[in-house]
């Protein structure tokens, strides 16, 4: 108990109170602030100030080579409302997290649930192994491979494919197929990742309860709808949010899918980070690119309350 | 007494002397690191040897050469050079170079560099192009013409003796160069077009062809007004528009599915395409085996072609300019220009610059016959450069993703009014993008 309670009339002023808190709770103070005070510096430095500075950059006309930036207001957002490309960007990314994040979940949830019990000759590990050998290497290298993989002349897709009687497709050329060829590499790419997330999960779910359920004779249905995924929706509701992040941020595999010749058309894939990438380094316009990093942060923190609201474990 | 006058003379000289001699010296033997960016990767090996044979000269001084993909270099240049942390000495296309001089990251010559520009060196409108506000920036070190490309041995097989001189026969030739295979799709195609890709290409591509029909991507309203519109919303884009839509659904020379651009045309997919120079050194090093000769572009309503060219510049960042301007001045005139012209034909592809080059290589064109036509403006041949509005890539970009849009719409085929609006939407965009710039005049 501190000396003090904060209704004390010996201690009227606050500052005599915090003094007086600050003398009581010293030494866990000054561990607080030493252990927190560099995190939320560092957190300071390099996410807060950022975000404030882009939301100052996105009222002005910010231009990246010249030195006269006028403060225009709202101006930038009233443009992006009517900007024909924004909207796209903005379907393409919502269809994009719209499939990969569920398709990408329950893929890995049920290889994760799969994978979560002992096999012959601990197979199990090779399979985990093999699920999670494409979260290795980074999404740029990943994507120039399924670039070939893809391509319609000698791209390995459309040879299997050849056996079942399918006609060559031009899978990033083709303006209807281009978002959902990058939206399968994405998934293929992510799903071993989710999946040692979910089997970590997994692993905390105490073996009695499903040998109490055995007992009393539950299904492996019921097993998983009434044990497993109720007790899994801490680790789900992470997923999700995680998942929905990286979706709303999806650039690499865009960018490297439409680069060259050989590249898909832009138009058809165009994501709102590529699209403040087209707009901030390609024409220049930071101020105008900083405003779609505004919205796209305020979708990504709407999204993520939603998420956190609806997904919570219920007590 | 009068000896010690001169003495002590002497010692007042000497130090002066050694005063003025002393930073002259440090300088000279001080170490001196320059940085070169260039966006064209195949460019490497002449940067690399200009250096060395610099470095022989100037043995304190040495330059560090980094090449980047054409995207990239643009997107570095814009975050470093206005902030001065650029190299020294950038080499850019004048297009993507000229935001770079209005907001003066990019210095202007100093007058020997200049006069030496205007000695008659130089095509006149190297100079007269890479000049802004009656000052001359940069120094030109590759150029070519943009030229058709044609597989000899494809024309043989099919019988054809000389390359299209004008759209027409382009499309004829196509045709026939084209093959198919039993259920009708096509092989190789007989005129390879680029439709895919992001960014600018796709819609300069389409320019070439456009500038040939009489368009052009901006028109100046009236001359020296520094106000501008589009000016291919007309039957110039239209026509150009069309040869594209009846080249694929009509014609069908050409199969997006199969490679494009130089790839295409090394991997013998395509029999046709428009290109620079820069394809002799890709063929040499990728497709040594295909047998391809150039020709002049095919005509359209105009008989025209593009003059491309790079040049070097000395950036605002330089801290060491004198040093930077020395080494530009040491690759346009310098005791190894014969050397450093010899890597651009022997092994980069893009051609030497200067006027006078056959004097220092006479027998070029009977070695690599192939340069003739990307070097040599035929009579009829009207010579144009790309658009240096600071909005171009912009402009091209945009533009290109709705003719990326259009080549895949079928119905455009014989549908004049289908065509009509694709255009005019086009280039009502490319308006916007000049009104927003202050550049637009109205129509």
Redesign the interface.
């Known amino acids: 108990m501190p000396p003090v309670s904060p209704g004390n009339p010996a201690h009227p002023c606050w500052w005599a109170r915090v003094r007086s808190q600050w003398q009581w709770y010293g030494p866990q103070w000054k561990y607080c602030l030493a252990v927190l005070g560099p995190v939320c510096l560092a957190y300071l430095i390099i996410r807060i100030i950022p975000i404030v500075d882009t939301a100052w950059m996105s009222l002005h006309n910010w231009s990246?080579?010249?030195?006269v930036r006028p403060f225009i207001g709202l101006d930038n957002y009233v443009k992006l409302a009517g900007d024909p490309l924004f909207r796209m960007a903005l379907y393409n990314t919502t269809l994009f997290a719209v499939v990969t994040v569920p398709v990408t979940l329950v893929l890995a949830f049920t290889v994760a649930v799969l994978l979560d019990r002992p096999m012959r000759g601990r197979l199990e590990n090779v399979y985990k192994f093999l699920f999670f050998l494409p979260v290795v290497p980074t999404m740029v290298p990943v994507s120039v491979v399924w670039k070939w993989i893809y391509d319609?002349?000698y791209g390995i897709l459309n040879y299997a494919l050849g056996f079942l009687g399918v006609p060559?497709q031009?899978w990033?050329?083709?303006?209807r197929l281009a978002i959902w060829a990058i939206i399968l590499m994405t998934v293929w790419k992510s799903v071993g990742y989710y999946m040692v997330l979910f089997l970590v999960g997994l692993k905390d779910i105490p073996v009695d309860y499903y040998e109490a359920a055995g007992i009393d004779g539950a299904t492996a249905w019921q097993r998983l709808t009434q044990i497993t995924i109720p007790l899994m929706r801490p680790m789900l509701l992470f997923n999700v949010v995680i998942a929905t992040i990286f979706a709303c941020n999806v650039f690499a595999q865009v960018y490297v899918m439409?680069?060259?010749?050989?590249?898909?058309?832009?138009?058809p894939v165009r994501v709102i980070v590529m699209d403040m990438y087209?707009n901030g380094?390609?024409?220049?316009k930071m101020g105008y690119a900083s405003a779609e990093a505004m919205v796209l942060l305020l979708i990504v923190f709407a999204l993520t309350v939603f998420e956190f609201r609806f997904l919570r474990p219920k007590v | 007494m009068t000896t010690w006058r001169w003495i002590r003379t002497g010692i007042v000289a000497a130090a002066l002397l050694a005063c003025l001699v002393a930073p002259l010296a440090a300088t000279a033997g001080q170490p001196v690191k320059l940085t070169l960016w260039s966006g064209y990767p195949e460019m490497k090996p002449y940067f690399d040897a200009a250096a060395k044979f610099y470095n022989e000269l100037h043995p304190n001084v040495t330059i560090e050469v980094s090449t980047f993909p054409l995207r990239d270099i643009e997107r570095k240049y814009a975050v470093s050079l206005p902030t001065n942390s650029g190299p020294d000495i950038a080499e850019s296309h004048i297009y993507i170079a000229q935001m770079h001089i209005e907001n003066g990251s990019l210095v202007p010559n100093p007058p020997e560099v200049t006069t030496f520009l205007k000695s008659g060196v130089f095509h006149p409108l190297f100079v007269s192009d890479s000049s802004w506000q009656n000052t001359v920036y940069g120094v030109p070190v590759l150029f070519s013409l943009d030229s058709l490309l044609y597989n000899t041995q494809m024309f043989k097989e099919a019988g054809l003796s000389a390359p299209p001189k004008n759209w027409d026969e382009m499309l004829s030739m196509g045709k026939k160069l084209t093959k198919y295979d039993a259920q009708g799709n096509v092989t190789r195609s007989g005129l390879g077009l680029r439709l895919f890709g992001a960014g600018s290409g796709v819609a300069a591509k389409w320019w070439y062809f456009l500038k040939s029909a009489g368009g052009d991507l901006f028109e100046e309203c009236t001359p020296k007004s520094g106000k501008y519109r589009a000016a291919y919303d007309n039957e110039a884009g239209r026509d150009t528009l069309k040869l594209y839509i009846d080249a694929l659904y009509k014609h069908k020379i050409h199969e997006p599915k199969l490679k494009q651009d130089a790839e295409g045309f090394a991997n013998q997919q395509a029999a046709m395409f428009v290109r620079e120079s820069w394809l002799v050194g890709y063929m040499k090093k990728n497709a040594p085996a295909v047998q391809y000769a150039v020709a002049p572009l095919p005509a359209g309503k105009k008989t025209n072609t593009l003059l491309f060219w790079t040049n070097v510049y000395v950036t605002r960042s330089s801290k060491q300019p004198k040093e930077a301007w020395d080494f530009v001045m040491f690759m346009a005139n310098g005791p190894k220009l014969k050397e450093l012209e010899q890597i651009l034909y022997n092994t980069v592809g893009w051609m030497p610059p200067r006027n006078d080059v056959a004097k220092r290589h006479p027998n070029i064109y009977s070695e690599v016959p192939q340069y003739k036509y990307f070097a040599e403006v035929p009579k009829t041949y009207e010579l144009y450069a790309y658009p240096r509005l600071a909005v171009t890539d912009e402009a091209f970009t945009k533009l290109a993703e709705r003719l990326v849009k259009a080549y895949q719409d079928k119905s455009l085929l014989d549908n004049p009014t289908g065509i009509a609006k694709a255009i005019h939407e086009a280039a009502e965009e490319t308006n916007e993008i000049l009104k927003e710039n202050k550049l637009y005049c109205g129509k």
């Open positions: 990246l080579v010249k030195p319609p002349s060559p031009g990033l050329i083709d303006s439409t680069e060259g010749p050989q590249g898909s058309p832009a138009n087209e380094f390609r024409y220049l």
